[in-house]
């Protein structure tokens, strides 16, 4: 089946540092998600991105779709303590502005964002 | 407006026995789906439903199965439980309307121990 590459497993920055992340697959997607997960809670969704080469802004966040439709990235800046969590990439194969389709979510197998004081 | 709600949180159970776990969408949601996380093999998808159908499904066994009732509330049940089922159990629900981004939004997951 369908995987996703996601990259670092792990980081530890300090206070302040910008932080980035990827997800690169194998095979296409329509849609990429960025999700953070805090121990003991359900994934969060933070940006979603519907087109190729589109680039969302969410507060210190920033994500693009890969203009092939196989990857993306996730930068956040300035990094906070609540920052702290694992963050995972989502890839989606049906579009927005649909009612049908294929939504079923592949995953990465996440990043661990660790800030030293 | 209130998010996903799952009941319930945390669930204890051994070899053989089977469970019932409990997804309530936010308001207005029509689609649920399923996904199964641990330790080693991350977030994986189990199933969606929409419009009390499954619409699609993972690749898991046929122990797993689940439904939706008409107020889109939906259940998965685990037949013949196994060690290895011992996971998070998380819940999502989308809108998913005609002219509407099915972004899906989670809820806390229920905790499920087998020994």
């Known amino acids: 089946g369908q995987q996703l590459n996601q990259s670092p497993q792990s980081m530890f920055i300090q206070e302040g540092e910008d932080v980035s992340m990827n997800c690169t697959s194998s095979s296409i997607f329509n849609t990429w998600l960025w999700y953070k997960q805090d121990p003991g809670e359900g994934p969060v969704l933070l940006i979603a991105?519907?087109?190729?080469?589109e680039l969302t802004s969410n507060g210190r966040l920033t994500a693009q779709f890969g203009i092939t439709r196989k990857d993306s990235f996730l930068n956040i800046s300035a990094s906070i303590p609540s920052d702290v969590g694992i963050y995972f990439c989502a890839g989606q194969l049906s579009g927005g502005f649909k009612a049908g389709g294929a939504d079923g979510l592949t995953f990465g197998k996440g990043t661990h964002l660790i800030i030293q004081p | 407006k209130a998010g996903v709600t799952q009941t319930p949180r945390y669930l204890i159970k051994t070899r053989g026995q089977q469970v019932t776990l409990s997804c309530s969408p936010i308001s207005g949601h029509r689609s649920v789906s399923w996904y199964q996380q641990t330790p080693g093999q991350g977030l994986q998808f189990l199933f969606e439903?929409?419009?009390?159908?499954?619409?699609n499904k993972g690749n898991f066994p046929g122990r797993f199965s689940g439904r939706q009732f008409s107020n889109s509330r939906s259940e998965m049940n685990v037949s013949t439980l196994e060690l290895g089922d011992s996971a998070l159990y998380l819940c999502a629900s989308s809108f998913k309307g005609q002219g509407y981004y099915n972004e899906q939004f989670f809820g806390p997951g229920t905790r499920l121990t087998v020994l």
């Open positions: 991105l519907y087109k190729a080469g």
């Open positions: 439903y929409f419009s009390e159908t499954q619409r």
